[in-house]
T-cell receptor, first 114, second 113 residues
Framework: AQSVTQLGSHVSVSEGALVLLRCNYSSSVPPYLFWYVQYPNQGLQLLLK??????LVKGINGFEAEFKKSETSFHLTKPSAHMSDAAEYFC????????????FGTGTRLQVTL | NAGVTQTPKFQVLKTGQSMTLQCAQD?????MYWYRQDPGMGLRLIYY???????DKGEVPNGYNVSRLNKREFSLRLESAAPSQTSVYFC????????????FGEGSRLTVL
């Protein structure tokens, strides 16, 4: 069975500051890992995904995430926050070898202040 | 392309009423999913359909039924709605390949009084 833990349900940063959203996973087999973003009253859209190629993955809107097997982590970062980054972010995991059973974390709401 | 389309976007029901949420995708995806989103709980899988003609239970299937009508459409039915089913429901489909990501609809907000 797989699971995802997102540390911090709410994160607040100043505009221009570093964004760090934490995600730790548990999976019995090597996983695929995803970060999704949800803007208010919208569905989720993919930011980036890890599929066992490069451990540092670059996504849309300047976000990136690094897969660290030893730490079972897939933290999301952005060097400089923008007001438009305010949203809810979800980490998700799926074991390789199956197209089903995508498991989501509980989400982190990012607030960006002036 | 429309992507994943859900109807209705909003619905208010009384306890015990029934309703069906409709979902259609135009991306020729094989697998489709229904999730519910509740504050502080993330997204939880209700049912999924790996391919046309098959459906399987997810994490929270009780109180729901699904129908994979054809490759494009996957509906979710509440036979006797309960206040605990007040939630935002999302339909999603998955791009081909095991590393494919989910494409989501915009959600259906359901309130059960």
């Amino acid at each position: 069975a797989q699971s995802v833990t997102q540390l911090g349900s709410h994160v607040s940063v100043s505009e221009g500051a570093l964004v760090l959203l934490r995600c730790n996973y548990s999976s019995s087999v090597p996983p695929y890992l995803f970060w999704y973003v949800q803007y208010p009253n919208q569905g989720l859209q993919l930011l980036l995904k890890y599929t066992s190629a490069a451990t540092l993955v670059k996504g849309i809107n300047g976000f990136e995430a690094e897969f660290k097997k030893s730490e079972t982590s897939f933290h999301l970062t952005k060097p400089s926050a923008h007001m438009s980054d305010a949203a809810e972010y979800f980490c998700a995991v799926r074991p390789t070898g199956t197209a089903s059973k995508l498991t989501f974390g509980t989400g982190t709401r990012l607030q960006v202040t002036l | 392309n429309a992507g994943v389309t859900q109807t209705p976007k909003f619905q208010v029901l009384k306890t015990g009423q029934s309703m069906t949420l409709q979902c259609a995708q135009d991306m020729n995806h094989n697998s489709m999913y229904w999730y519910r989103q509740d504050p502080g709980m993330g997204l939880r899988l209700i049912y999924y359909s790996a391919s046309e003609g098959t459906t399987d239970k997810g994490e929270v299937p009780n109180g729901y039924n699904v129908s994979r009508l054809n490759k494009r459409e996957f509906s979710l039915r509440l036979e006797s709605a309960a206040p605990s089913q007040t939630s935002v429901y999302f339909c999603a489909s998955i791009r081909q390949g095991l590393a494919g990501e989910l494409f989501f609809g915009e959600g259906s907000r359901l309130t059960v009084l």
